[in-house]
């Protein structure tokens, strides 16, 4: 790896980075990795990470690691670690060849806690988990030393090699540091180093009994990777003395090991962000799956249609910072706004259909009209709507005891067919039962085509269309928030946070209908339809019919939404 020089500072993170180049730490590397825990879908607060963490690496043309901390062989699979790597990928980022897991180190693990052991700083101990909790003490009150605290070191290598061996069963022993019981760090409290866990693990099958702890192996899994700067979230902060500890007891150089820099974690409004939560919602079916366009999950936005590039905006514009703060959804949307406003063609699809028909435009004729694909982006050309005498509107563009604001179409009055004729509502037909409105009848004004319109009308409404002969039905489906409450992370104890689900998370239009462009849409492409925002198609369409999902609508609904 080149060595490294210090870059004009956009965040603290890239202060203490330069600080340590300038004093030639690490022989002026820069490594971080990505550390997920493969027990759950990567959500947009990893994204948040992941930008940081190969951003860094890419600014200074150092290197990221991927690195699964797969310590946990009961919550961990392998369906999350593929899911983790391809979402990785996806957002833009590449580790190389430095693909690792801290499972990859469990014999070295293994022959450092030994170390440990002989340098008697560490001991086996026989308390249950209830008892090693009540020994720990409390933030004001010390903790007491464990009854088996000063067993011998041959004691403690018999006693940990037969926990290794299979001989004692599960809760029944654990390897702690012996650090000090009556620290005001409570991680310092002669934490578990090892416990015993009678699982197979996704990777190391049934190898092991014993498992390192998070604690134990993540310092050492950085310090054995060289990586230069270990950034974490917050509350991990009480942690890092703990991790030092580690680390001067295992003899790595002080001046050739990672520095751990903490920054605050992203909290989303209306969301909620933990994995544990994330998972709930899957398992209980409150949502389809970890890609649920509801979700937050990496998975699930790429469903919605969201692309990389705007949530790398997204991640560069909420910036890092060193105190926790929740950021607006709305920041989210208006980034996707302006990525696909320049690339998304724009195309009519008609949400609720209301039929047209025009009593004046003969009835086998159809006009192929020419429409611009993306006013924003000329280059995108041009394509052809078809227009016939027969068409539909949108439900809410019409109303039969219009308000004076109201420019749509009413009765007796004129729109104009957006790439097409200015139309006059002549007469509203109703369903003799129901009283529903099933049938406008309109007339066209021939004189007055998009592109050759010299008769100098004005009217101030325009709507979308599609013509009845060719329109494709397409299911689309809306959202909203999946939360009501604002603020979920902040929970307290007494209200679950499923209480708070939105009944309105998902709406399913099964009878749209949008213009026949679409008819070979694939899988993941992005639509403009005017007036209704971004649509992406759903993977759902392979089942034979076109599904969309709204990306987001076109203006910033989102404060009428969530003041409902
Ligand atoms: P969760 O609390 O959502 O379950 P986690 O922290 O347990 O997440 P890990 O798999 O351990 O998930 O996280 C991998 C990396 O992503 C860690 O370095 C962690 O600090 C970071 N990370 C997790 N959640 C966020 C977030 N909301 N904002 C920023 N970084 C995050
Ligand atoms: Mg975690």
């Known amino acids: ?55 860094i690496a890419q600014l200074y043309g150092g290197l990221c690691n991927l690195r699964f901390d797969d310590t ?13 790597k391809e979402d990785v990928k996806w957002l833009g980022f590449d580790w190389g060849d430095r693909l690792f897991y801290a499972s990859d180190y469990f014999e070295q693990l ?10 008697g700083k560490a001991y086996v101990c026989d308390l249950s988990p209830e008892e090693i909790r009540e020994y720990r003490g409390t933030l004001t009150e010390p903790g007491k030393n464990s009854p088996y605290r000063d067993r011998s070191v041959e004691e403690n290598l018999d006693l940990f090699q037969r926990m290794r061996a299979g001989e004692f069963p599960e809760g029944s022993r654990v390897l702690r540091a012996k650090i000090d019981m009556a620290s005001p760090n409570l991680n310092m409290r002669d934490p578990v180093l090892y416990r015993i866990v009678k699982a197979t693990h996704h990777r190391t099958g049934d190898k092991w009994c014993i498992y390192p702890m998070y604690d134990y192996a993540h310092p050492i899994s950085d310090a054995l990777e060289g990586i230069t700067h270990s950034i974490c979230t917050l509350e991990f902060e009480d942690h890092r003395p703990l991790y030092d500890w580690i680390l001067d007891a295992l003899g790595f150089d002080v001046n050739n090991r990672p520095r751990q820099i903490e920054f605050a974690r992203l909290n989303l409004t209306n969301t909620v962000m ?20 509801r979700m937050p999950t990496i998975s699930g936005l790429r469903r919605r249609g969201y692309t990389p590039e705007a949530i790398r905006d997204f991640c560069e514009r909420i910036g890092v910072a060193k105190s926790n703060s929740l950021v607006d959804y709305s920041l989210l ?26 009593e004046n435009y003969p009835e086998d004729k159809v006009e192929w009209l020419e429409a611009e694909n993306n006013p924003e982006n ?17 439900q809410e563009d019409f109303m039969e005891n219009p308000s004076k604001k109201f420019f749509r179409l009413a009765p007796g009055k004129e729109v104009r067919l957006k790439h097409a004729y200015i139309i006059k509502c002549e007469e509203v037909v109703k369903d ?10 309109c007339t066209y004004d021939p004189e007055t085509k998009s592109g050759a319109d010299n008769s100098g009308r004005k009217v101030k409404g325009t709507l ?26 902040e929970e307290n104890e007494e209200t679950d946070f499923i209480e708070k689900l939105n009944p309105n998370s998902l709406i399913t239009l099964t009878s749209s209908l949008v213009e026949p462009s679409l008819a070979e849409a694939k899988t993941g492409e992005k639509y403009q339809f005017l007036r209704q925002g971004y649509f992406c198609v759903d993977p759902d369409t392979a089942k034979g019919k076109l599904v969309f999902n709204r990306i987001v609508s076109l203006k910033d609904t989102w404060a009428k939404i969530s003041k409902k």
């Open 110 to 119: 293994y022959e450092f806690a030994i170390k440990l052991i002989k340098d």
């Open 72 to 84: 946990n062989p009961t919550k961990e699979e392998v369906e999350y670690v593929e899911s983790i």
């Open 274 to 293: 933990s994995k544990r939560k994330l998972r709930r919602l899957v398992e209980e079916g409150h949502v389809a799956g970890w890609d649920d366009p």
């Open 1 to 55: 790896m080149a060595e490294a020089n210090p870059v004009t500072p956009t965040n603290f993170i890239h202060n203490i980075i330069n600080e340590d180049l300038e004093q030639n730490k690490n022989n002026k590397r820069v490594h971080t990795r990505f550390p997920p825990e493969p027990n759950g879908y990567l959500h947009i607060g990893h994204a948040k990470s992941i930008c940081l963490n190969f951003g």
């Open 464 to 489: 979308h269309w599609v013509s009845a002969q060719h329109a494709i039905p397409a299911e689309v489906r809306l959202y909203e928030p999946l939360l009501l409450e604002e603020n979920q992370e």
């Open 378 to 394: 000329p280059e995108m050309g041009t394509r052809k709507v078809p227009f016939s005498k027969v068409l539909y509107i949108e």
């Open 333 to 358: 949307e208006h980034c996707i706004r302006q990525d696909l406003n320049t690339r998304a063609h724009r195309v009519m699809a008609v949400l609720r259909p209301l039929k047209v028909v025009l």
């Open 432 to 441: 003799p039962e129901t009283g529903e409105i099933i049938e406008l009848r």
